[in-house]
T-cell receptor
Framework: DAKTTQPNSMESNEEEPVHLPCNHSTISGTDYIHWYRQLPSQGPEYVIHGLTSNVNNRMASLAIAEDRKSSTLILHRATLRDAAVYYCILLSDNNNDMRFGAGTRLTVKP | ETGVTQSPTHLIKTRGQQVTLRCSSQSGHNTVSWYQQALGQGPQFIFQYYREEENGRGNFPPRFSGLQFPNYSSELNVNALELDDSALYLC?????????????FGEGSRLTVL
């Protein structure tokens, strides 16, 4: 299985942008890049996903490197409610089991 | 709120007992996945059910088993409970295919094995 590498933790100040990196050097051509986050005492929630092109939605942006070996989740203005563990996951089109790593714990300071 | 509900929210069992956890999927979703999340770790994939058939399994022993019903709700059964089975068990519903993008998770059932 293609694996991802993320920093264990990151800190941000409230209302500043946050860039959460993910390395996936063994990604295959059919792997989609998914991001989920898990707030305290809740199940994970979907944030965004993409294949090759950068993606934007109401929650975040996903920037994918041209060689697809890394990606960055961008929160444009961090709020205290964005404090969570963020997971970067690869999912191929012939495999429906989503395998989570340890993720990045984001702390947002007021 | 995702529309995925799990029951019970908390339960305590002793070693050797059996447990059944239940999950009600989001309306219209035909796929259910189960995950185990130990304290401080990411969720670990147990298995997935698609249209009442197992459609993939993680590295869990056969004493972890499941069912999916015609209405797409699901059960996770664990036999011969061990102390290490203490964890948060998460259910997620989805439509088949990675480009559908989104797994909808419930809030989990927290199992404590004494």
């Amino acid at each position: 299985d293609a694996k991802t590498t993320q920093p264990n933790s990151m800190e941000s100040n409230e209302e500043e942008p946050v860039h959460l990196p993910c390395n996936h050097s063994t990604i295959s051509g059919t792997d989609y890049i998914h991001w989920y986050r898990q707030l305290p005492s809740q199940g994970p929630e979907y944030v965004i996903h993409g294949l090759t092109s950068n993606v934007n939605n109401r929650m975040a942006s996903l920037a994918i490197a041209e060689d697809r070996k890394s990606s960055t989740l961008i929160l444009h203005r961090a709020t205290l409610r964005d404090a969570a563990v963020y997971y970067c996951i690869l999912l191929s089109d012939n495999n429906n089991d989503m395998r989570f790593g340890a993720g990045t714990r984001l702390t947002v300071k007021p | 709120e995702t529309g995925v509900t799990q029951s019970p929210t908390h339960l305590i069992k002793t070693r050797g007992q059996q447990v059944t956890l239940r999950c009600s999927s989001q309306s219209g979703h035909n796929t259910v996945s189960w995950y185990q999340q130990a304290l401080g770790q990411g969720p670990q994939f147990i298995f997935q059910y698609y249209r009442e058939e197992e459609n993939g399994r993680g590295n869990f022993p056969p004493r972890f088993s499941g069912l999916q019903f015609p209405n797409y709700s699901s059960e996770l059964n664990v036999n011969a409970l061990e102390l290490d089975d203490s964890a948060l068990y998460l259910c997620a519903s989805s439509l088949v295919g990675p480009d559908t993008g989104e797994l909808f998770f419930g809030e989990g059932s927290r199992l404590t094995v004494l």
